[in-house]
């Protein structure tokens, strides 16, 4: 979905509250001019070329901004752009720690916090961090020596799980979109769907993505001292051609193999994909049972790090031995039966896709879950709930019927509405009227000829144009929230430095007060970032 005013608003907020004014002023021109190089940058801002380029340091550390190079008439001119799902990330540190702790444990926890406060570290730098941290706790050498050696065991434990990556190219060449030989008719919607170009900032994160070689490979001395043999080790599992891609790559663009000079950062993709996995896993709980969860969760782990692209439609396809065995292993396990697991995997994904000629035979079918459906599911969910606390249960029948026909296109006349929804037909027209002043429904007039020419109104939803109306509201009040909460807190300064000894009377009561509109407001962001994910990451 593109980016809004509301959006764009509510991402600058977030970065004037990390790291101050003139840094958002640079990152407030990205988004809304898109790319541009540091001159046209600095002309843009009024800012100094000190200012601009601390600015610019600060947010290509933190993963907020991508330089690229770019060929123009004057030759190459290296370009700046604002990756805007990564300043919406910053906000959602909370929920990847608790992902990272809730699979691998705390103490690779303690890893990623320094990924996320910093941006990018190399390896010596993360385990640096490990050990002061330690000596700060214990003074025995055995301790900090144990501890060392489970920090490096917990950093490849995240390289592993693909929460941590390498970081991208500093500043990769754009080469321009291939042109189309001519033009071609679509065959059906897949090719229409196929069509649809990238963007210039999706292109740019592309070319600076390392090939999945070595994305997550890590170079490790503990096998030899030997250079040579190190590379032979470390290309083990590679094929002729990728260790070839390798060298080029890793020389180019990523330096050399020394751990010094290799940056890390956070994978906020597959924080986004297990996010969207918690999502599709608690939505069949809350439709099924806890049998569909369970399946459901051993599909998506045992292929989550096979997935390509985070808004997948189908996970990937699998044999029923191995969803299984999966189910087995796991340990919310209530001791499925096979066929059990069977009918929730068809209740799941339909008809199983056959390989071979019979269905009946193991081997040859296999399953693929829709998960686009349960996130549009759980769009509907969010919309009409929207719906229902905002103008009714009549408004939420109507809106309900209107969404269920969308996919058809299918108009409806307002007496029909009436009579379907079981609405008070007096009341229908202000209803659908409400709707169309909020931009919720679409509305047609038919003329039609007969004896005496009538004009009639026909309603109906435009999905894709509602729900992008439902996330810029949800930006504008996510932007009202934090703007408000970063209010109170200035409000309340004086009240927060005072120790709670030495606070009485109306200053107790305005202390206790703050502390409960904060976490009111914590608690109302938490939930909103949820719908936000929803519809903008899912």
């Known amino acids: 979905m593109t980016v809004t005013n509301s959006g764009i608003q509510y991402a600058v907020q977030i970065i004037t509250k990390h790291f101050g004014n003139l840094v958002a002023k640079v990152c407030e021109t990205l988004l809304k001019s898109g790319p541009l190089n540091l001159g046209a940058l600095i002309r843009s801002t009024a800012l100094t070329p000190q200012q601009v380029k601390n600015s610019l340091l600060i947010l290509v550390q933190h993963n907020c901004v991508q330089p690229f190079t770019q060929e123009s008439k004057a030759g190459l001119k290296v370009q700046y752009i604002a990756v805007y799902d990564n300043i919406l990330h910053r906000l959602r540190f909370a929920k990847f720690l608790a992902v990272v702790a809730q699979e691998l444990g705390d103490e690779c926890k303690q890893l990623v916090t320094g990924l996320l406060e910093h941006g990018r570290l190399t390896q010596q730098q993360l385990m640096d961090r490990a050990d002061q941290k330690l000596k700060s706790t ?27 990556e390498r970081c991208p190219a500093p500043e990769p060449l754009l080469e321009e979109p291939p042109e189309q030989e001519g033009p071609k008719k679509p065959r059906g919607k897949s090719a229409k769907m196929a069509q649809v170009p990238e963007t210039i900032e999706q292109r740019v994160l592309a070319a600076a993505r390392p090939m999945e070689a070595i994305r997550f490979l890590i170079t490790t001395d503990a096998e030899t001292d030997d250079p040579l043999q190190k590379s032979e080790n470390n290309f083990s599992s590679m094929g002729v051609g990728e260790k070839r891609k390798f060298d080029d790559l890793d020389s180019e663009e990523h330096g050399s193999n020394d751990k010094g000079v290799i940056l890390w950062r956070a994978n906020f993709e597959q924080f986004i994909r297990c996010l969207r996995h918690k999502a599709c896993i608690e939505s069949v709980r809350a439709r099924h049972d806890d049998g569909a969860a369970v399946v459901l969760r051993a599909v998506l782990k045992a292929t989550r790090n096979q997935e390509t692209k985070v808004k ?83 408004a939420y029948r109507i809106f309900r019927l209107l969404t269920s026909q969308s996919n058809a296109g299918r108009f409806f006349e307002t007496d029909k509405i009436s009579e379907m929804a079981l609405v008070d037909k007096k009341e229908t027209p202000k209803i659908l009227y409400k709707f169309w002043k909020d931009d919720y429904v679409h509305m047609e007039k038919l003329s039609l000829t007969a004896a005496k020419q009538l004009q009639v109104m026909v309603w109906k939803v435009h999905k894709s144009i509602v729900w992008e109306h439902v996330l810029d509201e949800m930006y504008h009040a996510a932007y009202n929230l934090v703007k408000r909460y970063d209010h109170e807190r200035e409000e309340n300064k004086e009240v927060s430095k005072t120790p709670k000894e030495k606070r009485f009377g109306w200053l107790e009561k305005k202390a206790n007060r703050f502390l409960a509109v904060r976490k009111i407001m914590a608690s109302s962001l938490l939930k909103l970032d949820d719908a936000l994910m929803l519809f903008h990451d899912f």
């Open 312 to 394: 997948t439609n189908y996970s990937v396809p699998l044999k029923m031995d191995a969803i299984y065995e999966e189910v087995m292993d796991s340990e919310a396990c209530p001791s499925l039966e096979q066929e059990c697991v069977r009918a929730h995997l068809r209740l799941l994904c339909g008809a199983p896709l056959v390989t071979g000629e019979y269905e009946d035979e193991n081997e040859d079918v296999l399953y693929s879950v829709d998960l686009k459906k349960i996130i549009e599911l759980l769009q509907n969910d969010e919309v009409e709930s929207i719906v229902l606390k905002r103008y009714g249960k009549d």
């Open 138 to 164: 214990s003074t025995e050498v055995q301790d900090v020596s144990a501890a060392q050696d489970a920090a490096q065991e917990n950093f490849v434990r995240l390289v592993n799980a693909r929460f941590v």
